[in-house]
Structure formats: structure tokens, C-alpha cells
């Protein structure tokens, strides 16, 4: 039996935990740097305590932690560096990182700093108490050049790990914080709608490439992440295939920390013209926008390749050192679909073979050159192609869940004016044809009451007798005699006149109805982009603007997105499906 104060204690909670309102959507607009990588703004500091630093950080699934380039690191060319000294509240922590990232490394001190990220409305959100690696020095390959100052750890550090020489847990990354702020939290949900990544494969060993002679892409749009809630107008939320992260040893990048964000897939399968290939064993797939293309062990990649016809594999990578690439013809037809559940997300080769600028084409399926390589990582090219969804519950495993994108807004408003203009024109004719039977009715009913009067005199007519002199006329009876019928059935018949005609516009008005009440038509029809999975938002031969890449100058489409066999599979507990996710970005 319960005591008054445990009662009233209960009593309060409870009302703490009904008043709690979920967090509101947050848009983190996500742009191209220089060398083609995307990147979130990152102000790092306090308000008020010295000097507020800005900067273009890249993001990465693969880390859990922040990583920024220091201003004693001489290696981090052409980029700006945070300065330790302008930030009187940073905190410095025993340990000496040295992180082996993508195809380089780099090393340094840790720091406790507050940052701060931009939304898409000029607002900040606040992730204070960060543990950040303040590199110093840096390799080949790794990430701070060409305007990229750091990294924001988008992995769950779920799992405790010291790979980078430090002893890094849950509470060190963003969502550990999150929930320290937010203890009666229970979710933390974002949505991911990239764009296609301008990068191929090249031979440096140090900068990244982008298609020779194209326009600059700096500071263009590259998609939007929804911070805190999924954006449920974005995909197809009927076709959301989750999956479980797996706790995964070996079988990735040497010497790289296993990310958090690896994932069971069912197989995958290419057609290369009528030739089919693939391999519908599970494989582990590690997802993130760091990396622009499909890799895959090297074996499965030469399966892919080696179905081309004029192929040729050539010693270009986007990960320097880790991987190769092929040239193939440009006119090569081929599409890579990946099964996922009941769903299955196809590619074709608007997305997989890109011109060099040169005349020759390559392809974005890069194969490791590591035999002991047998994990998968899909980049920003094969996610731009869906909707991707990450959970990271307070307690218990993080999932991500992917799903077919939805019908564009652009496509939607297009939809909409054409079905409307057809509905309105419609609607005017239908309403001039009524006005017109009316107006003839009208007429009719004139016609009908002058022959009905004039009907009405030969009956009148047909019942007076012609006066004979000398003779005395007979009392007429009341009653007509049966002369006098037949004479006024003569009289009647003599007049010519029987029912109204059936009008013949009534046929014609009723089928003007019918169309007026035609739906609008079909996405596909309306649209210019083509349907939900195939978005062409931009011609080809257009100048390329904000969102546009090189390759849509060849005639390229950007995305060739299919769904098939629908079905779902069952989805964990997120912000959008429950009330108890609680947490609030303003704290």
C-alpha cells in the first residue's frame, strides 16, 4: 500500500511526464565545399565569454565524437582553425587521440567545448559539453582542407570503445548529452534527404575530384537533415523498411574504429544490359554521407565489372589507397538494386556512370582493394536516392530505417495548378452549357403556351354552329354530341401539334458534368521531374545552379529511385509514432 508522500511524489511525476511536449522538427541545410564533401555550420564557444568561432564542419556516421583542425596544425591547409584561446570556457582532458579516418589519419588533444549548429531558419541548436578532438596534425587524406575545418560524430557510441588511444562512451557525443539535459527523454530521431555527390574517383592521394570543367559547386545546396523529427512528407511512410545496427569485429577498413551504423541488408543484384549478376547473401552495409559512392569487397565489384563489356580497371579511388575503380563506356545500361525486406531500391546508370569531362566515363562502384574487406559502406550518391531515418533510443539499440522517397513539393504544386486549371475550365463550360438550357427553355415554354392558346380558339370555334336563315336551331345540350367530339377531335389534329421535343443538349450537359468532376491528372502526367523515384528537377544542358551537378550537363539524371513489392517491416518506438519521446531542442 502506497504512502502519502510516495502517492503524491507519483502524482507529480505523472504530471510532469503529460505536460512534456515533444521537440519541434529542426532543418539543417547541408552544402558542398569546395572539393565537393558536404558540410553542416558549426559555431563553437560561449555566448559571452569570449570570442564565438564559425566554421564548415563535414559529417560522418562512422565517428561518434567531434573532431576540429587546431591553429597550431600546419597540415590543415586552406582551411579556417579553431583557436583554444578565444574560448575562455573550453576544458582540457587528459588523453592524446590519434584517429585513422577514411584514408588518412590524424591525432591531437581532447577539449571540452559548447557548439552550436545552423538551421535552415537562422536559429541555433544547442549540443554543449562536447568531447572534441583538437587535431594538430593530420595525413593524406584526411578531412580538414579545402574550407572543411571539422567533423561532427554523428555515430551513437553505444558501445564504449579506446581505438583512437582515449576512452570514448555514450556521454561524450551529442546524443549522450542530449539526454543529460533531457533525462525524461526517451528518443532521439533525425531524417537524412541528401543530394548526389559531385565527386568520382581520381588518382590523387589527397584532395577529392570532381568532373574536369565544371562550374565551381561551393556552397550549393546538397540536401537537408531534419533534426529531432523525420520529415513524414519527405518519404513513403507506408514502405519504411527499419533495421537493427549490428554489433560487428573485422571484416572493415583496416586499422578503422567498426562505425556504430552498420546494418544487416538482404543482397544485392545488378542487370547489365541482359546480362544479370549478384549476390543474395546478407551483407554488412555501413551508411554514411562521408563517403560519396558504393563500395563494395573487391570481389563483388569485379563480379559487377566484369559483366561490362569494354570495361578496365584503373588505379582511381575516393577513398586514396583503399579501393579502385573502372572505366567503362559511356553508353553503358546498367542498374544495382539493393534488397532491403520486401522493398528492393534500384540505381541506373544515370547515377553509376559519370563523364569524366575528358570523353570517357567511370564508374562510382569502387571495389577494396583489401581482401580481408567484406563489408559494404553506401556514401551520399546511394542515399540520396531515399529517404534515410536514424533512432537512437536512450536505452536499448540505435536502427535505421530507409524508405522511398515521396513526390517532391515542386511536383505536388505543379499537380495541383494543372489539375485545378482543368477543374476550372470544366466548371465554366459546364456552367455556360447550363445557363444555355435554360435560356432555351425558356423559349420552349414561350412556344408551347402561344400553340396552346391558339389550340384553344380551334376548339372554341369547333363547337358554334353556322346560322340558317329561315331555320329555328335546336337547344344546344350541355353536353357536347358525339359530331361535336369527332369535329373537335378534327380540329385538334388538324393543328399539328403534339409533345415538346426532347432537347438535345441535355446529353452534351451531362457529359460536360462528368468532366467537370474528372480528377486532376496523375503525378506522373502532371509533373516535369517524372514519377516519386526518378526526380529530373533539372534539364539537361542547364546551367548547373544551386543543387545541380556536372554530370546533369551530360544528360544525366540525378536520381532513378524504384520500389517494389510493397510491404513493412515493424519499426521502433520514434517521436513520430508515440507520445512518450520526449526531449526539447531548446535546452
Request: net charge negative.
Amino acid at each position: 500500500m502506497f504512502s502519502k508522500t510516495s502517492f503524491v511524489f507519483s502524482l507529480c511525476a505523472s504530471c510532469a511526464y503529460a505536460a512534456f511536449v515533444p521537440p519541434d522538427r529542426l532543418d539543417l541545410p547541408i552544402i558542398l565545399g569546395r572539393s565537393g564533401r558536404p558540410m553542416v555550420g558549426v559555431t563553437m564557444g560561449t555566448q559571452g565569454a569570449g570570442q564565438i568561432q564559425n566554421f564548415n564542419f563535414t559529417l560522418s556516421t562512422s565517428l561518434g565524437y567531434t573532431s576540429v583542425a587546431s591553429k597550431g596544425c600546419g597540415d590543415c591547409s586552406d582551411t579556417p582553425t579553431y583557436d583554444v584561446s578565444l574560448s575562455p570556457n573550453a576544458k582540457s582532458l587528459d588523453g592524446t587521440p590519434a584517429v585513422a579516418f577514411g584514408s588518412g589519419n590524424y591525432s591531437g588533444k581532447l577539449i571540452k567545448e559548447n557548439c552550436t549548429l545552423s538551421t535552415t531558419s537562422g536559429t541555433s541548436w544547442s549540443y554543449p559539453n562536447q568531447t572534441i578532438v583538437l587535431t594538430d596534425n593530420q595525413s593524406q587524406g584526411s578531412p580538414f582542407q579545402n574550407g572543411i575545418s571539422g567533423i561532427i560524430g554523428l555515430g551513437t557510441l553505444k558501445k564504449s570503445t579506446n581505438a583512437a588511444n582515449f576512452s570514448a562512451s555514450f556521454d561524450d557525443g551529442l546524443y549522450g548529452q542530449y539526454y543529460i539535459r533531457n533525462p525524461e527523454a526517451s528518443n532521439f530521431t533525425f531524417g537524412m534527404a541528401l543530394k548526389p555527390s559531385p565527386v568520382i574517383p581520381s588518382d590523387s592521394n589527397n584532395t577529392l575530384a570532381i568532373p574536369a570543367g565544371s562550374q565551381s559547386l561551393e556552397d550549393s545546396d546538397a540536401g537537408t537533415v531534419h533534426w529531432l523529427q523525420p520529415d513524414s512528407s519527405a518519404y513513403q511512410q507506408d514502405q519504411v523498411q527499419w533495421r537493427t545496427v549490428q554489433s560487428v569485429s573485422g571484416g572493415y577498413l583496416a586499422n578503422s574504429e567498426q562505425p556504430d551504423w552498420t546494418v544487416s541488408l538482404d543482397g544485392w543484384s545488378a542487370k547489365i544490359g541482359n546480362l544479370n549478376v549478384g549476390n543474395g547473401a546478407s551483407m554488412m552495409v555501413n551508411v554514411d554521407p562521408y563517403y560519396s559512392g558504393i563500395y563494395m569487397p573487391g570481389t563483388q565489384a569485379h563480379l559487377i565489372h566484369d559483366a561490362i563489356p569494354g570495361s578496365q580497371l584503373v588505379q582511381k579511388s575516393t577513398i586514396s589507397g583503399q579501393t579502385t575503380s573502372w572505366h567503362v563506356p559511356c553508353n553503358t545500361a546498367m542498374q544495382f538494386t539493393v534488397s532491403i525486406g520486401s522493398q528492393q531500391f534500384t540505381v541506373d546508370q544515370s547515377l553509376l556512370v559519370v563523364n569524366q569531362g575528358d570523353g570517357t566515363c567511370i564508374s562510382l562502384i569502387e571495389g577494396f582493394t583489401d581482401s580481408g574487406v567484406t563489408q559494404y559502406i553506401f556514401g551520399q550518391n546511394w542515399l540520396s536516392q531515399l529517404y534515410v531515418i536514424f533512432n537512437i533510443p536512450k536505452d536499448g539499440n540505435a536502427a535505421l530505417a530507409f524508405a522511398p522517397r515521396a513526390a517532391s513539393s515542386k511536383a505536388r504544386d505543379i499537380g495541383a495548378i494543372v489539375g485545378g486549371t482543368v477543374g476550372g475550365v470544366a466548371g465554366v463550360v459546364a456552367l455556360g452549357l447550363l445557363v444555355f438550357y435554360f435560356i432555351r427553355r425558356r423559349q420552349d415554354n414561350s412556344f408551347f403556351q402561344r400553340a396552346a392558346a391558339l389550340d384553344q380558339e380551334h376548339k372554341v370555334a369547333g363547337t358554334v354552329e353556322p346560322y340558317t336563315f329561315g331555320h329555328v336551331p335546336e337547344p344546344v345540350s350541355p353536353t357536347p354530341t358525339h359530331a361535336q367530339y369527332a369535329q373537335y377531335a378534327g380540329s385538334a389534329s388538324a393543328s399539328g401539334y403534339g409533345s415538346p421535343p426532347i432537347s438535345p443538349h441535355v446529353p452534351l450537359l451531362a457529359q460536360d458534368a462528368e468532366l467537370a468532376h474528372q480528377l486532376p491528372p496523375s503525378y506522373e502526367e502532371a509533373s516535369e521531374s517524372g514519377p516519386p523515384s526518378s526526380s529530373r528537377e533539372h534539364a539537361a544542358g542547364a546551367r548547373p545552379g544551386p543543387g545541380q551537378y556536372p554530370r546533369e550537363k551530360q544528360g544525366y539524371r540525378q536520381e532513378m529511385l524504384r520500389t517494389a513489392n510493397e510491404g513493412t517491416s515493424s519499426a521502433p518506438t520514434t517521436p513520430n509514432n508515440q507520445t512518450s519521446f520526449s526531449g526539447s531542442s531548446a535546452v
